[in-house]
């Protein structure tokens, strides 16, 4: 048997497999995509896809999941899809270049784009 014919042999048995065990793998999936493993792919690819460029991505996830206020207005940070404190990664739209882990009404104002967030010293 060549490396052509194991592959579609092996392709059928998975095609068969998923046809067969459907809300099995779908039940699977969902609870995945609730652990910290599957919260973090699902962070990182939603910033990639919103063109956000860094060396080290989970490092960034890292700082993201560990800062709990905002880098400009310093108002305390929740998780989740909505409200005024949610945490925003801002980002440069041009360069990519992550700029802040900051609050929805920041991110919504683009403070980032025309200030420069206040040292912490001040």
């Not at 063109?51 to 890292?62: A, F, T, W």
């Not at 404190?85 to 980032?112: A, S």
């Amino acid at each position: 048997m060549g490396i052509r014919e194991y592959k579609e042999k092996y392709l059928a048995k998975a095609r068969e497999y998923k046809a067969k065990n459907k809300e099995h793998i779908k039940e699977k999936n969902k609870e995945y995509w609730k652990t910290e493993k599957g919260q973090m792919i699902s962070k990182i690819a939603t910033w990639e896809r919103r063109g956000i460029i860094y060396p080290n991505i989970k490092e960034l996830y890292y700082i993201y999941k560990m800062t709990t206020h905002c880098n400009y207005c310093w108002v305390e940070l929740v998780e989740g899809l909505y409200g005024f404190n949610k945490k925003c990664l801002d980002h440069d739209h041009n360069t990519g270049e992550p700029r802040g882990v900051i609050c929805q009404t920041c991110n919504l104002r683009d403070v980032f784009a025309t200030c420069v967030a206040p040292s912490e010293n001040e």
